[in-house]
């Protein structure tokens, strides 16, 4: 994964020195492909049960993303192969400078939990084409490379051990496999690379108990054909019947994938934003543009307000630590989700947004106020069409004072500083599911002679 101004990396398109980028932003978005026009008329691979494999995933909300590589010892983004052009002969012997301490992925899986974080999905092989697992396919992996372990399965146990469900990210596209840029274009390449491909994702899917999310990404240089993607489906979902996949494999999966902005999904389509803490997705020492908790929070909270899932990645050192930044924030998330994941797990679609101190969830008739600019001594919501019974602070469970006409709802009494950081909630009891039209009070309210 690979993060630009414009769209969340380029994919590659042709062959040559002079090759074409593509957005792969229309990937994420939803694109077109000649398999997934199939779905209208015949089912595709996990139709039938979708709905109770995605229930877990649907409550969760909230994830950890783990990108982790050979790129980790380096420190200069996860595309440091690509972008700088190192030949795969010069690249190839980092993995022999790749040494993960012991105890990294406990440690991660520990934040994640810390976090309030209900899943983890870790980079099982990147586009650099090495593998985190032990496989019988290549030596190019972590056994038979610098660690001399399967860091793949020591993060499974990690995650097991603090009760996060466990996803594997897995690139179709690799800069190393000698067929893996010839499949284009040559028939023979094609099926060596594809059973390669295939052979991997079965030994992911079978070696390491069971597996909820498989997470592809860059289906460069082949279509869902050319991928035998539906093929591929089948064999993950009879090897794990109740994983959910995305959508990647230019199949349209189980959800959607935005990419480094949140867009929700329509018709009810799952989706999930997955987005960096600082502008890398990989490990890069000289990324020091990190977000803070307040925006973390406020991103979390647009995904749930939707519907969708939050995929907060971070990117470990060579050695496995995270850095201290990250660890910094996931911790102040920590702490706020401590007190008010109860507003974020399992909630419920909110069709309440506007205000331009606060954003929404809801669960039921309950809904939750969070206040990201703090105004002091009242806050208000236009609009909002059906009666409040009773309102609170999440943080200390004080009562909030509130009066309430046809045209606005005005909670009152409110401490000079904000009760709770980085964002303060407060929880409205409504009597009928909360909604709000603002158009009613610009046609309706009274307004004043010239």
Same mark, same amino acid.
């Given at each position: 994964? &690979?993060?630009?101004?414009?769209?969340?990396?380029?994919?590659? $398109?042709?062959?040559?020195?002079?090759?074409l980028?593509?957005?792969?932003?229309?990937?994420?978005?939803?694109?077109?492909?000649?398999?997934?026009?199939?779905e209208?008329s015949?089912?595709?691979?996990?139709?039938?049960?979708?709905?109770?494999?995605?229930? !877990?995933?649907?409550?969760?909300?909230?994830?950890?993303?783990?990108?982790?590589?050979?790129y980790?010892?380096i420190?200069?983004?996860?595309?440091?192969?690509?972008?700088?052009?190192?030949?795969?002969?010069?690249?190839?012997?980092?993995?022999?400078?790749?040494?993960?301490?012991?105890?990294?992925?406990?440690?991660?899986?520990?934040l994640a939990?810390?976090?309030g974080? &209900?899943?983890?999905?870790?980079?099982?092989?990147?586009?650099?084409?090495?593998?985190?697992?032990?496989?019988?396919?290549?030596?190019y992996?972590?056994?038979?490379?610098?660690?001399?372990?399967?860091l793949?399965r020591e993060?499974?146990?990690?995650?097991?051990?603090e009760?996060?469900?466990?996803g594997?990210?897995?690139?179709l596209?690799?800069?190393?496999?000698?067929?893996?840029?010839?499949c284009?274009?040559n028939?023979?390449?094609?099926?060596?690379?594809?059973?390669?491909?295939?052979?991997?994702?079965?030994?992911?899917?079978?070696?390491?108990? &069971?597996?909820?999310?498989? !997470?592809?990404?860059v289906? !460069?240089?082949?279509?869902?054909d050319?991928?035998e993607?539906?093929r591929?489906?089948?064999?993950?979902?009879?090897l794990?019947?109740?994983i959910?996949?995305?959508?990647?494999?230019?199949?349209?999966?189980?959800?959607?994938?935005?990419?480094?902005?949140?867009?929700?999904?329509?018709g009810?389509?799952? !989706?999930?934003?997955c987005?960096?803490?600082?502008?890398?997705?990989?490990y890069?020492?000289?990324?020091?543009?990190? $977000?803070?908790? &307040?925006?973390?929070?406020?991103?979390?909270i647009?995904?749930?307000?939707?519907?969708?899932?939050?995929?907060?990645?971070?990117?470990?050192?060579?050695?496995?630590?995270?850095?201290e930044?990250?660890?910094?924030?996931?911790?102040e998330v920590?702490e706020w989700?401590a007190?008010?994941?109860h507003?974020?797990?399992?909630?419920?679609?909110?069709?309440?947004?506007?205000?331009?101190?606060?954003?929404f969830?809801?669960?039921g008739?309950?809904?939750?106020m969070?206040?990201?600019?703090?105004?002091?001594?009242?806050?208000?919501i236009?609009?909002?069409?059906?009666k409040?019974?009773?309102a609170k602070?999440v943080?200390?469970?004080?009562?909030?004072?509130?009066?309430?006409?046809?045209?606005r709802?005005r909670?009152t009494d409110?401490?000079?500083?904000?009760?709770?950081?980085?964002?303060?909630?407060?929880?409205?009891?409504?009597?009928?599911?909360?909604?709000?039209?603002?158009d009613?009070?610009?046609?309706n $309210?009274?307004?004043?002679g010239?």
């Amino acid at each position: 994964m &690979k993060t630009i101004d414009w769209s969340r990396r380029d994919v590659l $398109k042709g062959t040559g020195a002079s090759l074409l980028a593509l957005s792969s932003g229309a990937q994420a978005a939803g694109f077109q492909n000649t398999q997934a026009g199939k779905e209208n008329s015949a089912p595709l691979p996990g139709d039938s049960n979708r709905t109770e494999r995605m229930r !877990w995933w649907k409550a969760a909300r909230f994830g950890m993303f783990i990108h982790f590589g050979v790129y980790s010892t380096i420190g200069r983004h996860e595309w440091v192969m690509e972008d700088e052009g190192i030949p795969v002969s010069e690249y190839a012997p980092h993995a022999s400078t790749f040494h993960p301490q012991p105890g990294s992925a406990r440690a991660w899986a520990q934040l994640a939990r810390q976090a309030g974080m &209900k899943y983890m999905v870790m980079t099982s092989k990147h586009h650099e084409g090495f593998c985190n697992f032990d496989t019988r396919l290549t030596n190019y992996c972590a056994p038979k490379q610098g660690p001399g372990r399967d860091l793949v399965r020591e993060y499974v146990e990690a995650a097991r051990a603090e009760g996060l469900r466990v996803g594997f990210y897995y690139s179709l596209m690799d800069w190393r496999h000698p067929d893996g840029a010839p499949c284009a274009t040559n028939e023979e390449s094609r099926k060596r690379f594809v059973e390669y491909t295939h052979g991997l994702i079965r030994e992911l899917m079978t070696n390491y108990g &069971k597996i909820d999310v498989l !997470w592809y990404d860059v289906a !460069w240089p082949l279509d869902a054909d050319g991928w035998e993607s539906v093929r591929m489906n089948e064999m993950v979902f009879q090897l794990q019947p109740g994983i959910i996949v995305n959508n990647r494999n230019k199949l349209p999966g189980d959800f959607s994938t935005p990419e480094q902005h949140i867009t929700a999904e329509t018709g009810g389509r799952a !989706w999930e934003a997955c987005m960096t803490l600082n502008d890398s997705w990989g490990y890069q020492a000289a990324d020091d543009n990190w $977000k803070a908790s &307040k925006t973390v929070v406020r991103n979390l909270i647009s995904c749930v307000r939707d519907s969708g899932n939050y995929l907060l990645n971070v990117g470990p050192k060579g050695d496995g630590s995270i850095p201290e930044p990250s660890v910094r924030v996931l911790r102040e998330v920590g702490e706020w989700m401590a007190v008010n994941g109860h507003t974020i797990y399992d909630s419920d679609p909110c069709q309440v947004r506007r205000s331009n101190y606060a954003s929404f969830t809801r669960t039921g008739n309950t809904l939750y106020m969070h206040v990201h600019f703090w105004p002091g001594e009242y806050v208000a919501i236009a609009g909002l069409m059906t009666k409040v019974k009773s309102a609170k602070l999440v943080k200390t469970g004080a009562a909030v004072p509130f009066n309430q006409d046809e045209f606005r709802v005005r909670f009152t009494d409110l401490p000079s500083a904000a009760p709770d950081y980085p964002i303060t909630t407060i929880a409205i009891e409504c009597e009928s599911e909360p909604t709000q039209d603002t158009d009613f009070v610009r046609k309706n $309210k009274p307004r004043m002679g010239v």
